[in-house]
């Protein structure tokens, strides 16, 4: 239990939370398959494979390779797509679907910050348009997720800035330039050893549900590891705990498509090398 409130005097701080198996119980992307299908984006064999993945993705057998085959086959999946119309479904669909696998603890944790007079930021390899609502449901400050490509309001399939692995830590970086944030005093939640240069930014780093290879390296630099399981509407919280509506700031990120192809190539040599060891 967080229980240290920020004295103003020190700089800014914050708390940066990776979404998907951290705040909630599922992938965020995937979660919205069956509403664009029945919004006419994705026919019914789209459907029944987003909702395979969504089960790889929950057994936690999802490897590196998966996830991007996965990555690169719902780009292309949302090519032609009208924007305006995916920013509808998630908005019709974001209460029925997201509220019910917000974790518990994830929601506590987030009020915590607050109270403590943190910034809580959600950084998220999802796309924006998934992202930001999420954000606002959950009060969060502001949001950094992975943005599309949008020529005459129809997502092209191309992806403008990949929110993955160390291009997390860059827009943390330059989030705590930007805002006066101490680093070495920030807090940073995840789930995944795709996030270590993230959890490695800053002074207070959590695993959340941990896959095997960041489950290693928390014990061996001594990092805690939280077990979260009790997914819960938010209305159903207790009163004191409910979460307040909050405007959310998107992140325009900076870092193009090098820095996107860094942090592929960074993982699969600390994949390799994590592997070597077990």
């Not at 606002?136 to 191309?158: K, N, Q």
């Not at 290693?216 to 209305?235: D, I, M, Q």
């Not at 405007?247 to 960074?266: E, H």
């Amino acid at each position: 239990m967080l229980s240290v409130v920020e004295n103003h005097s020190l700089p800014r701080t914050a708390a940066f939370f990776d979404l998907d198996k951290t705040v909630i119980a599922k992938s965020s992307t995937l979660t919205f398959s069956k509403s664009f299908y029945r919004g006419g984006l994705i026919n019914r064999r789209a459907a029944l494979r987003t909702a395979y993945a969504q089960f790889v993705f929950l057994a936690g057998r999802a490897d590196h390779e998966q996830m991007e085959r996965m990555r690169k086959y719902l780009s292309a999946l949302c090519r032609g797509w009208n924007v305006q119309q995916v920013k509808e479904i998630v908005a019709e669909t974001l209460h029925d679907l997201i509220d019910p696998i917000i974790y518990d603890e994830a929601a506590s944790l987030i009020e915590e910050h607050h109270t403590a007079g943190r910034d809580v930021v959600i950084v998220s390899t999802s796309g924006a348009e998934v992202v930001e609502p999420i954000g606002e449901l959950l009060g969060a400050d502001r949001v950094v997720a992975t943005r599309m490509v949008v020529e005459d309001g129809v997502f092209t399939g191309e992806v403008e800035y990949y929110a993955y692995g160390p291009t997390k830590a860059e827009a943390i970086a330059e989030l705590a330039e930007s805002e006066g944030y101490d680093l070495s005093r920030c807090y940073a939640y995840s789930d995944s050893v795709t996030d270590l240069p993230m959890l490695e930014a800053v002074g207070h780093p959590h695993t959340v549900n941990p896959d095997r290879a960041l489950r290693r390296e928390a014990a061996a630099r001594g990092w805690p590891v939280l077990s979260f399981n009790r997914p819960v509407r938010l209305k159903q919280r207790r009163p004191s705990l409910s979460m307040p509506p909050r405007p959310v700031l998107a992140v325009a990120a900076a870092v193009g498509a090098a820095a996107a192809t860094a942090g592929l190539l960074w993982y699969t040599n600390r994949r390799r090398a994590l592997y070597a060891r077990i």
